[in-house]
């Protein structure tokens, strides 16, 4: 009996072994029993079958990039041939493990975490940082000049230039690491100059000093500020396009171009003379040219005070000097107080402040004796009382004067005794506004020097 089981004792023993040292065959080429690695289930698998496991599961499949300025972009992987493999980090995981102790791993298991290995091509890098943070001028880094845009602009390309080499570690480091962003903002740097460099930063400080003054002209409803744009065309250049320096060292200035600029100002703000849309109280808009109502720079005192202003370097609002000005300053001179005379209705309307508060019938110049009353937006440039208005055939007492165009003015007229319609064809005045006396005694009340009249027909 003994026999017996010792027999199957040792059988047992010996199948139990050839059993064990079957299964640690097995085991040769693939991972223990009880084997994790990055959360994954591995045990029997070949560190292949693992590495195709993981590349599926690897979480990234771009970087994000933070360049300086505002800068931002995404490398994706494919672009730049981005492959990922954990095969050597698994063999040598694997390399430690004795297939032939498995059954030692049943009781242990064991998790690990392994890295991968992240290449790319490095030229592709390259070319995509290249692309997408260096600046489409090939000078960069390279000239340091004076550029016209909105005035004159410093180009300078050894200022805050990308270094390629650092930017392309930066990144690099962080696709090995499988980060999705990284910041390479402090890739940037300043490069030394040249002494041509150094002479044109000179420079560069005497334009930017001329043309950063802050002159502006108020031109009453409208402001006209010198902007570089408008102040850099004031500097003289040569027949090459440089910059003229006088004997001093200093820019010099082109005077036709300033005295350019003040005909411009002159040709967009004077309005003596000049042809004005008005809304007529009987409601069409009606052009009325000429008159002596109207602004009128001086030309000549704007040049002299602008060439000063600007080698002074000034900083100032600046009322323009005028030969004549309106009691309004601007395109829109006639304002919201005057006088209208509609002589194809014989009407005077008398507005202040928008407000109509008065309106009366009138007679205007004969158009049958040659004396049809001028068009034109005049203004009340005296006022008189008790006044003998004398002609080649005429001598007339007013009581209210208010003359508006030389001769021709608005007055009482207490020999008519009636007003409006169609006399002034036939037996109209002279050429003045003729007024019912006792409206003109209220009008002249209200009326001041230097109020526009807009007379048309």
């Not at 009382?385 to 209210?400: A, Q």
Request: aromatic share 10%; with cysteine.
């Amino acid at each position: 009996m003994n026999t017996i089981v010792r027999f199957f004792v040792l059988s047992g023993i010996c199948l139990g072994s050839v059993l064990y040292i079957v299964i640690g065959f097995c085991y040769q080429g693939r991972f223990a029993p009880g084997t994790f690695i990055n959360g994954i289930y591995c045990t029997g698998k070949t560190a292949e079958e693992v590495n195709k496991e993981l590349k599926e599961m690897y979480p990234c499949d771009s970087l994000l990039v933070q360049g300086d300025e505002g800068i931002q972009f995404v490398i994706s992987y494919e672009e730049i041939t981005v492959n990922i493999d954990y095969i050597s980090q698994l063999r040598k995981l694997q390399s430690r493990q004795n297939p032939f102790l498995w059954i030692t791993a049943l009781f242990g298991g064991g998790h690990a975490s392994v890295m991968p290995k992240v290449s790319f091509e490095r030229e592709l890098l390259q070319g995509v940082l290249a692309d997408r943070l260096l600046p489409a001028d090939e000078a960069i880094g390279e000239i340091v000049e004076i550029r016209k845009e909105a005035g004159y602009e410093l180009f300078d390309g050894r200022k805050h230039v990308l270094n390629l080499e650092l930017a392309y570690s930066a990144v690099s480091e962080a696709l090995r690491q499988g980060k999705t962003f990284v910041d390479i903002s402090d890739c940037y740097e300043d490069l030394p100059y040249t002494e041509e460099m150094y002479e044109t930063l000179a420079l560069w400080e005497k334009v930017e000093a001329f043309q950063s003054c802050s002159i502006v002209y108020d031109m009453g409803d409208e402001k006209v500020s010198l902007t570089p744009e408008i102040v850099s065309g004031f500097i003289a250049l040569d027949d090459n396009g440089r910059f003229l320096l006088d004997d001093a060292g200093n820019l010099v200035l082109d005077e036709e171009a300033v005295e350019s600029f003040i005909d411009s100002l002159c040709q967009e703000y004077d309005t003596l003379g000049s042809a004005r849309s008005f809304q007529s109280t009987r409601g069409d808009v009606v052009t009325v040219e000429g008159g002596t109502y109207g602004n009128k720079i001086d030309r000549e005192a704007e040049i002299e005070y602008l060439i000063q202003a600007l080698s002074d370097h000034a900083e100032e609002v600046h009322i323009p000097a005028y030969e004549a000005e309106a009691r309004v300053r601007g395109r829109d001179d006639i304002g919201d107080t005057y006088v209208e005379v509609d002589m194809t209705e014989q009407k005077l309307y008398y507005y202040e402040e928008g407000e109509l508060l008065l309106e009366t019938n009138v007679v205007t110049g004969s158009i049958s004796g040659g004396h049809k009353t001028p068009s034109g937006v005049n203004f009340v440039y005296a006022m008189q009382r008790n006044r003998i208005l004398r002609g080649p055939d005429y001598e007339s007492f007013v009581k209210y004067w208010a003359p508006v165009n030389r001769g021709i003015g608005i007055h009482d007229a207490s020999w008519r005794g009636s007003f409006g319609g169609e006399i002034y064809k036939t037996n109209g005045s002279h050429g003045c506004i003729n007024v019912p006396p006792a409206v003109m005694a209220t009008l002249y009340d209200m009326l001041e020097i230097g109020v526009p009249v807009v007379m048309f027909y």
